[in-house]
C-alpha cells in the first residue's frame, strides 16, 4: 500500500524526490525516481512482462521544425515532461521539459540580461535546436526489466517505443 502511494505521488506531481516522514513528522530521508524503479527491478517482478503492456499510447509528439513555445505548450496541456521529435515519420530526437528550463536558466558562463527577452528568444526556436539526440529506445516486446535497466543505466526516465522504425508508445 505504501508503495502504491508512493509511486502515485510521483505520477501525479512529476516529482524527482520525495520526502520520507515517520510519526513524529520527522525528515528521515529521501526517495527518488530511480531508487523506485531499482527497488522493482530488483523484485523481478517484470522479467516476463512486456514494455507495451504499459507504455502510454499513442504519443503526443513535436516536429523539429515546430517552436519550443509549441512543446511547451503540448506538454503543459497534455500534463507530460518529454515529446519525441519527428522528422518524415521518424523520431529524431527527444525534447524534455528540463531541456526548456536548464536552457533559459542556463547561463553557460554569460550574464543575460534580461530573462524575459532570452524566454522570447528560446520559445522562437525551432524544436530541433535544443533536442536531444541520438534517442535512448526500446522495442514493444522488451521486457520491463531490461527498460528499466536502460533507464537507470543512461539517467533518463523514459523513452520512446518503437516497433521497426515507427514510434507506437513512451
Known amino acids: 500500500d505504501d508503495i502504491q502511494r508512493v509511486v502515485a505521488k510521483f505520477y501525479t506531481t512529476k516529482a524527482r524526490a520525495i520526502p520520507v516522514i515517520n510519526n513524529k513528522r520527522r525528515l528521515v530521508g529521501m526517495i527518488t525516481r530511480e531508487k523506485l524503479l531499482a527497488y522493482f527491478l530488483n523484485s523481478g517482478d517484470f522479467a516476463k512482462t512486456k514494455v507495451r503492456e504499459y507504455m502510454n499510447s499513442p504519443v503526443i509528439t513535436v516536429n523539429a521544425e515546430d517552436s519550443v513555445a509549441r512543446a511547451r505548450w503540448l506538454m503543459s496541456n497534455n500534463n507530460i515532461t518529454k515529446l519525441p521529435v519527428m522528422e518524415e515519420k521518424r523520431v529524431s530526437g527527444i525534447v524534455s521539459a528540463r531541456d526548456i528550463v536548464d536552457r533559459l536558466y542556463s547561463s553557460g558562463g554569460k550574464k543575460k540580461s534580461s530573462i524575459l527577452t ?14 536531444n539526440y541520438p534517442v535512448v529506445t526500446t522495442k514493444g516486446d522488451e521486457s520491463v526489466e531490461k527498460a528499466v535497466d536502460t533507464m537507470l543505466s543512461k539517467k533518463i526516465s523514459g523513452m520512446p517505443v518503437l516497433e521497426g522504425e515507427y514510434l507506437v508508445g513512451m
Open 118 to 131: 532570452e524566454e522570447e528568444r528560446l520559445m522562437a526556436l525551432p524544436v530541433k535546436e535544443i533536442m
